[in-house]
DNA sequence: TTGAAAAATGTAAGCGCTTTCATTATACTT
DNA sequence: AAGTATAATGAAAGCGCTTACATTTTTCAA
């Protein structure tokens, strides 16, 4: 369905500064004032600013302030995927702070094709945000240390390296916390489904899985680690859980129970058992919202939380550029729904 | 935990075109002129600005790209919530598409709070990007019209006005497919599973199961259209499709059959059956992914499409202005699965 | 070799703002 | 009323780039 259409609109000329001083009979350094809310403006001429400058829709350029006072007020989020649920959750975290504050937001998204440190350098290269959360990020501490040349603030989420601030969430510790909690009640045989190894949360979560088994003295099998075979988005999918669920139905049948390293995987690993007509408890890992409507047990991380907190911290630093380094790290918490009952 | 820590990092001293072309002996046009991909410049010159570039880790910058060229590179979208299924398949599109393009992405979050048509307004006025995309914006005519005069390229997405391009899909389509082949099926008492009743996608929603009650030639009862309390994200939550499920099976007993206005509602109403030990053919809204891994019967939309469809156009009007107005409207599709087994 | 066309480079004028410093108008004091 | 402190305004220099136009260098046909 196709259709045209006339508009006998009339555009406006995107006026300037100086359309609006010289229709005001004043300088453009004090429509500059005005739309700085400078206090050293009459009020009469600030009205009459303001009045000129409604009538003609005119706003101050983005681009003309930002080179004349070397401020963006722009932060930039970098992300891997959008579409993902983590992500998804972060970043609204980082909406909410940053509608109180008058800074914009500026989404960069990473493609996995392309190498993404030079992506990362690109972002700060450029110098139009004046600031950079960076969300999921994974690069080798040379890397890390390699963007400080480029001296602007950066907060780190899900990621850890000392020369920045950052939050993240001890996945060590969720995984372990998953994992003891399956042993203690008595399943000698837990599995772990996991995503594409090489994944940084999957590192560390497996180290949890590792030492859960560890410290209850159950020797550990190698075996009980799988994943399905799709890559996309690291694995991290429903199809990647379902995938590996059906593996573990149907190549380990002495599974007796499954620490899953996503939610969205479980719900896939949920549809495998019930596909293949098995149940054993389950726990994911995220908490999304989904998971309490689903009676998934679960690791929750506080994603909304360090999106927010993230924010605040990178805003603190733009305030005030010498305050200390820090690093919050949040202890995931285990919740108990229906799927491990 | 909070850590300190020193670098003794050297700080690029943010060089600009200047420096480049002094230290490489050649004028700032021609530094230019490399940076922008220019043929007219000889091998020997460019790979020489591009090696001092690099060793000093120079990229023009985006404000003062902006300002000399009028341009942006940037495209805008314009959403009202990030943390919601449905932008954030559109928002992937979006990616897609873009990184084919060299544009940068802009996402501008519109408050719940605070008024729709200004905040629409100032994205417009300050004049940051190229071109936007509008997803799930809804104002009146009188207010789309109005944004004429900013002369700036505009396509929406999930919502329709004559005078910019649109990419929408036929929600009154949707809903009467769904509610029809309940019906068809046999359910006489179907009922709407709704939610804020005056937010844009519902109000057409609630048309098509009226009109195929209508066809269906049995008599339409108001009271089947029943919501949720929760008005958060205009109810369109888990939650909300739970509070509304629990009204259903225990106000309306009779009700044979449920159309959900969306699949996230769904997984609320999944709850909510179970808790209350019934269950009733359910059919959801949108086919989020998860919706194939609950066996959940829906309406499909090409969320990702939608997204990716209209940055296409976007692009399009972007390089030829004068190209006709489009209007794209979608079909949705009714995907069964077990849910109405 | 010469001269004209083509390629490469440079000069300089902005782009639309902010901001310092100088200037003028206003308010207040005695 | 005169003098001074203060508030309001203006002039002008830049911010780091693009680009039209001018100039210089290279290429190549005859």
Known sequence: MIGICVFNSVFI???????????????????SRVFNNRNNVSERT???????????????????????SRKTNTITAVVPVISNYFFMEVLGGIQDKLNDHNYELTIYNIS?????????????????????????IHLEQEEWKALHRYNIPITLIDE?????????????????????????????????L???????????????????YKDAGVDFD????????????????????????????TMKPEVEACFCASDIQAVGALKAMQDLDKNIPLIGYDDIELAEYMGL????????????????????????PKKAISQTIYTPELILRNSTE
Chains 1, 2 share one sequence.
């Open 13 to 31: 000329l995107a006026s300037t500064i100086y359309d609006i001083a010289d229709k005001a009979g004043v300088s453009i350094a004090t429509v």
């Open 297 to 320: 047990s679960t690791i929750r991380q506080p994603m909304r939380d360090m999106g927010f907190f993230a924010t605040q911290n990178l805003i603190d630093r733009l305030e005030n």
């Open 222 to 249: 190698h075996s009980l680690v799988v994943s399905g075979d799709s890559v996309y988005r690291d694995g991290f999918t429903e199809r990647g859980g379902y995938e590996a669920m059906v593996k573990i139905l």
């Open 46 to 68: 600030r009205d009459k600013v303001l009045a000129i400058a409604k009538e003609v829709g005119y706003h101050p350029q983005a681009n003309a302030q930002g080179l004349a």
């Open 112 to 136: 996995a094709g392309k190498d993404t440190f030079s992506q990362v350098e690109h972002v700060l290269k450029r110098r139009a945000s004046e600031g950079c959360l960076f969300i999921s």
């Open 160 to 192: 850890f390296y000392e020369g920045f601030d950052s939050v993240s969430v001890d996945n060590q510790q969720g995984a372990y916390r998953a994992t003891k909690y399956l042993l203690h009640r008595g399943f000698s045989r837990v599995a772990m």
């Open 194 to 212: 996991s995503a594409v190894s090489t994944s940084k949360p999957i590192e560390s979560r497996l180290e949890g899985f590792r030492n859960a």
